[in-house]
């Protein structure tokens, strides 16, 4: 019997198409919906190898029922929907997408410091909305980006390449990480320092750190207190860093200027969302990594990880090394 596989969401045919001449491939036929977890579950019973999604919990349970499985790809460069420890005490292989989305996300990233500070979203609906009646000199007057300075919180290769950005930008760059970068400080100009004198001193506060127990709720109210009244706050990273009742309130109380996100604590949110109700925060839908060129290179090298563990090779991008 050919090993079966199972992804958890509708891909394009031409991007499984090598699995499907090696392997018995089956998946779940919709898009834009979840696969329900009793469905997953069932599915992972027979798997010898899964193809995941960041909504999809890969946790001890789901492992546990996977007698046959040999690895677990997931489509994302983050891997916190997935019981890593659990896996690797399992012998499952546990494989993730990174740099081939650095630089999409980055684009992203910088696209909403931009969107936030030069009020972009806001602009764009008073358009829509008719409401552009006349000109005035502070007409929807944002902030500039240029020559200010930005921090980065997490200076991975996602944070370097935003920082190569912001270089372009001509701003000054800190960024906090948990161990320094000597090549984002040789080749960017790149200041380390601690967390408090980045948001202390930062006009732009970039979150790019990933989510672990000692990141969740790092952004809270004491931390937007921390910032600049002008600061504008961007997470491209995961939602639940932020405290989002927090940061609520810190805008609409002024204590900062107004907030880029990309990320929520639980997702999709709906348009009752009490940040979507303020004019200050551009709000995307998890759209970090979507550009077809990007998410085509994530889906490739998904079934290449596959492919190599099936047949009995080290895998191009390992999570559990060891």
């Known amino acids: 019997m050919k090993p079966y596989i199972f992804i ?15 392997y018995d ?60 420890e659990a896996a690797s005490r399992l012998g ?9 989305l650095n630089d999409s996300t980055a684009d992203l990233t910088f696209a909403l410091v931009l969107a936030a ?45 935003v920082a190569k950005r912001a270089a372009g930008f001509e701003m000054e760059i800190l960024y ?11 080749e960017l100009g790149a200041q380390y320092v601690s967390f408090d004198e980045l948001l202390e001193r930062s006009d732009f506060v970039v979150c790019l750190t990933p989510l672990t127990e000692e990141t969740r709720n790092l952004f809270n109210r004491d931390t937007f207190k921390k ?35 990309d990320v929520f604590a639980e997702e999709p949110i709906g348009s009752e969302h009490p940040l979507l109700q303020l004019k200050n925060v551009a709000a995307m839908p998890h759209i970090g990594s979507a550009s077809m060129e990007t998410r085509y290179s994530m889906m490739k090298l998904c079934v290449e990880n596959i492919d190599l ?12 090394k060891k």
């Open 8 to 22: 958890s969401r509708k891909l394009p045919e031409e991007a499984i198409a090598i699995l499907r001449e090696k």
């Open 92 to 100: 499952i292989t546990v494989t993730n997408t990174p740099n081939v």
């Open 25 to 84: 491939v089956h998946m779940w036929d919709r898009e834009d919906v979840p696969v329900p977890y009793e469905i997953f579950l069932e599915e992972t019973k027979k798997a010898d190898a899964l193809l995941t999604m960041l909504s999809e919990p890969v946790n001890e349970e789901v492992l546990k029922a996977g007698k046959k499985l040999k690895i677990v790809a997931n489509m994302a460069v983050g891997f916190d929907n997935i019981d890593v």
């Open 227 to 261: 910032m600049k009244n002008q600061a504008v706050f961007v997470n491209t990273s995961r939602g639940p860093i932020v405290n989002e009742q927090d940061l609520y309130e810190a805008l609409q109380e002024g204590e900062i200027a107004a907030a880029g996100l």
């Open 309 to 320: 563990v099936l047949s009995g090779n080290p895998p191009k991008s390992p999570v559990n």
């Open 117 to 161: 500070a030069r009020r972009m979203v806001e602009a764009a609906e008073f358009v829509k909305e008719g409401n552009w009646k006349s000109w005035s000199p502070l007409l929807l007057a944002g902030q500039d980006v240029h020559h200010k300075t930005i921090g980065i919180v997490g200076m991975g290769n996602i944070g370097k390449t």
């Open 176 to 186: 906090h990480n948990r161990s320094r970068k000597p090549d984002a400080e040789q």
